[in-house]
């Protein structure tokens, strides 16, 4: 059974820093495309950040330079930093494993951005 399990989301100030875990299980992360959506309520889910099995990554334009995502194959584990974050960031976080003709999806972690 595959599992993905996102962790790390949170209420932060504008400006703060948090850091997005996902830990796989039943699939080897390394071998899929490992991305980061978001969605906020009555919206389409967007793309945030992906990074491919060579390690390559592409970002939204609205995250560049802020989000950063990053893989630990011994650990099975994509994580998504996110630092000076907006209001507009407040969303629900989903963590994404596609390959092999499949698709997965994590439960999401919600991510509020707030003072």
């Known amino acids: 059974q595959v599992q993905l399990v996102e962790s790390g989301g949170g209420l932060v100030q504008p400006g703060g820093s948090l850091r997005l875990s996902c830990a796989a299980s039943?699939?080897?992360?390394?071998?899929?495309?490992m991305a980061w959506y978001r969605q906020a309520p009555g919206k389409q889910r967007e793309l945030v950040a992906r990074?491919?099995?060579?390690?390559?990554?592409n970002y939204a334009d609205s995250v560049k330079s802020r989000f950063t995502i990053s893989r630990d194959n011994a650990q099975n584990t994509v994580y998504l930093q996110m630092n000076s974050l907006k209001p507009e960031d407040t969303n629900v976080y989903y963590c994404?494993?596609?390959?092999?003709?499949?698709?997965?999806w994590g439960q999401g972690t919600q991510v509020t951005v707030s003072s």
């Open positions: 994404n494993a596609n390959g092999h003709a499949h698709d997965y």
């Open positions: 039943g699939i080897i992360s390394s071998m899929y495309v």
């Open positions: 990074i491919t099995r060579d390690g390559t990554t």
